[in-house]
């Protein structure tokens, strides 16, 4: 029988480190974090002392915390994403869940009713032709994505600081919660829900919006990167109580400004 002998501390230290280093490469983490930290810095800011994997783990999910309150202190309400001529929309937009666009969800448009619940007067459902009959906005904006491409596309739809204040939201709450027939689920914070870009998606480039972009209503955030855009919305709640996400429950930053 061989008896290993304990692996010197210096030695844990940079298998740890090394492990540190891994999950900040990681598309999630790196994009985040933004190569902004050094492991020291990330030992020195977190409080954390980096000697195992759930350490690290700890460490890293703090700064992603710190990164989504910096971004909430950053953003300006006021200020407008980029907007483009229609010659410059990206012709096919690219798909992107997921799933494979062959698993693409087919929503009913006669039985769809969207639930809008939480901190709301109005808690009724709604059909798609009054959803229409709101007023509507457009926009040619660029979709981002984490993974490193981006797009430009037409959307349209309602506003969605008008469609909060037509059923009476609380717009003091600190959350908007998005859940979807594809099984996803995300959130974003008030002041984006509020933004004047922010739609409601009902068409993509002056038609009705395709299964595969979200049909029968997606959220549109040109402040957002992609994952933060849920599609094929079947419910809307407004909350004080942290959501979570889909991806943000993996690890991804919550915020997700673009």
């Known amino acids: 029988m061989i008896i290993q002998k304990p692996r010197p501390l210096?030695?844990?230290?940079?298998?740890?480190?090394?492990?540190?280093?891994?999950?900040?490469?990681?598309?999630?983490?790196?994009?985040?974090?933004?190569?902004?930290l050094t492991l020291g810095g990330l030992s020195l800011l977190t409080g954390c002392s980096l000697v195992d994997e759930d350490s690290v783990e700890v460490a890293l999910t703090r700064v992603s915390r710190f990164n989504d309150d910096v971004q909430g202190w950053l953003f300006d309400p006021n200020r407008l994403a980029p907007t483009y001529p229609e010659s410059m929309i990206t012709r096919p937009f690219p798909f992107n869940a997921y799933y494979g666009e062959d698993e693409v969800r087919q929503v009913a448009e006669e039985s769809y009713r969207l639930e809008v619940t939480g901190q709301v007067a109005d808690k009724r459902k709604w059909t798609l032709a009054e959803l229409r009959a709101l007023p509507q906005a457009d926009q040619v904006t660029r979709h981002i994505c984490v993974e490193g491409w981006s797009a430009i596309g037409k959307?349209?739809?309602?506003?969605?600081?008008?469609?909060?204040?037509?059923?009476?939201?609380?717009?003091?709450?600190?959350?908007v919660g998005f859940k979807c027939a594809d099984d996803y689920f995300t959130s974003i914070d008030m002041p984006t829900a509020l933004h004047p870009q922010t739609l409601l998606a009902l068409t993509y480039d002056g038609q009705?919006?395709?299964?595969?972009y979200g049909f029968p209503m997606k959220l549109r955030m040109p402040t957002k990167l992609g994952y933060k855009n849920p599609?094929?919305?079947?419910?809307?709640?407004?909350?004080?109580?942290?959501?979570?996400g889909y991806w943000e429950d993996q690890g991804y930053n919550w915020f997700g400004g673009s």
């Open 155 to 175: 959307w349209g739809g309602v506003p969605f600081k008008a469609f909060l204040q037509q059923v009476g939201a609380d717009l003091g709450a600190r959350y």
């Open 208 to 212: 009705p919006l395709p299964p595969k």
């Open 231 to 244: 599609k094929h919305i079947q419910a809307i709640f407004v909350t004080n109580t942290y959501p979570g």
């Open 10 to 36: 210096a030695i844990q230290r940079d298998a740890v480190l090394r492990e540190a280093v891994e999950r900040i490469r990681q598309p999630a983490r790196r994009d985040f974090l933004r190569r902004s």
